[in-house]
């Protein structure tokens, strides 16, 4: 009995399928970059840091920019729990500029009245992930996301 040549093709056409099929469900969610802007009671914050808590439970922080932007990249797709602080520019405005301690080294902002002008005082519950009910979710790819506080 002579094997049909369609026999062969068949195998050749079920490959690409099962390729796309496994890239489709993919090895993983992605890697997502979430840019935005803070806004609270209508008004952009000045400064601070924006954490994203991810399903693994590492957080990644970015700094919160002038105009009240951020961006976090390199972020596994998926939930997250979101907090803001506004508070490490009080620990900045009563530190001189080139006697920091070690652990108040490496803020963005050192200058004591640079800290003064941006610093705006938040409700301490969005330092809190668990407590500030900010939540995402991120998706492969960039992004943007308003955080909005009251």
């Not at 972020?75 to 920091?100: F, N």
């Not at 050192?110 to 991120?138: C, F």
């Amino acid at each position: 009995m002579a094997l049909s040549p369609w026999r062969h093709l068949r195998r050749w056409l079920l490959f690409p399928v099962l390729v796309a099929l496994v890239a489709a469900s993919g090895c993983g969610k992605g890697i997502g970059e979430v840019t935005g802007k803070v806004i609270f009671n209508g008004t952009h914050l000045k400064g601070g840091t924006v954490t994203f808590i991810g399903a693994d439970k590492q957080a990644r922080a970015s700094g919160i920019s002038e105009d009240g932007t951020f961006t976090i990249a390199e972020i596994p797709a998926g939930p997250v729990k979101i907090s803001v602080e506004t508070e490490s520019l009080v620990r900045q405005m009563y530190v001189p500029k080139y006697s920091a301690p070690p652990e108040m080294r490496g803020y963005k902002t050192s200058d004591p009245e640079e800290a003064k002008r941006r610093y705006t005082k938040i409700p301490d519950q969005y330092a809190d992930p668990e407590a500030s009910g900010l939540t995402y979710t991120v998706k492969a790819g960039k992004q943007e996301h308003k955080i909005e506080l009251k």
